[in-house]
C-alpha cells in the first residue's frame, strides 16, 4: 500500500487521524512481512537525509539512522552546534543549502524556532523529534500497535516498533 502523508500532520495538535494511522500501521506491517523473509527492500534508495542532533540526542539519532539506512536510504549525522543551528542565527543560507542536499531533516534536540526556519527556508521535508520514543504521533502509532498486538498475541519490542514507525513514515512522507 502506497499513502503519502504530509508530514507537518504528524505534529499536528490533535494528532494522526484514524485514517493516516491506520495508513501508517499498513506500511509497517507490510515491512515487517517483507523483512520477515529477511530480504531488505531498498524503497530509500538514493535518499539523502540529515540528522540534525544536539549531544543528548545520540541514542534517537542512531534509531533514526539505522530505520532510514535499511531501506537504502543515506544518512548524515550533523550536530546542530557545528552547523551553526542556533536560535537568533540567521539560518536563512544554511537551510537552503541543506534543502539542496537532502530530501528530509531530522531534528533531534534542536529549538523549535530553528525547526522553523528549516522548514520555512530548505524547502524540503523537516521532522521534529521523530525518532523519540515521546513523539505524540509514535505514542498514538504504539498504542494502536499494542492493541493489535495484544491481540493476534504477538511479541512485542519498543525499539522495533520505533524502528517500523520511522520507516513507515519515511516511506509515506518521502517521494
Known amino acids: 500500500m502506497s499513502i503519502y502523508l504530509d508530514y507537518k500532520a504528524l505534529n499536528a495538535p490533535d494528532g494522526l487521524n484514524e485514517d493516516q494511522l491506520a495508513a501508517l500501521r499498513c506500511v509497517a506491517d507490510s515491512l515487517t512481512v517483507t523483512g520477515a523473509g ?3 527492500q531498498m524503497l530509500l534508495r538514493d535518499k539523502n537525509i540529515a540528522v540534525v542532533c544536539g549531544q543528548s540526542d545520540l541514542q534517537d539519532a542512531s534509531l533514526f539512522e539505522r530505520a532510514a539506512t535499511s531501506l ?5 549525522r ?3 552546534s557545528d552547523a551553526g ?3 537568533g542565527a540567521d539560518l536563512i543560507a544554511t537551510a537552503k543549502m541543506l534543502g539542496r542536499l537532502y530530501e528530509a531533516i531530522e531534528c533531534q534536540g534542536v529549538a523549535p524556532e530553528v525547526i522553523a526556519q528549516l522548514e520555512q527556508h530548505a524547502g524540503i521535508v523537516v521532522f521534529n523529534a521523530l525518532g523519540s ?3 505524540q504521533a509514535f505514542i498514538q502509532f504504539d498504542r494502536t500497535r499494542h492493541d493489535a498486538l495484544a491481540r493476534d498475541h504477538a ?3 519498543d525499539e522495533a516498533g520505533r524502528e517500523a514507525f520511522i520507516q513507515a513514515v519515511l516511506l509515506s512522507t518521502l517521494r
Open 72 to 76: 537504502g536510504a543515506r544518512v548524515a
Open 38 to 40: 529477511g530480504t531488505s
Open 85 to 87: 543551528l542556533a536560535p
Open 133 to 135: 520514543p515521546r513523539h
Open 78 to 80: 550533523i550536530r546542530s
Open 155 to 157: 511479541p512485542n519490542s
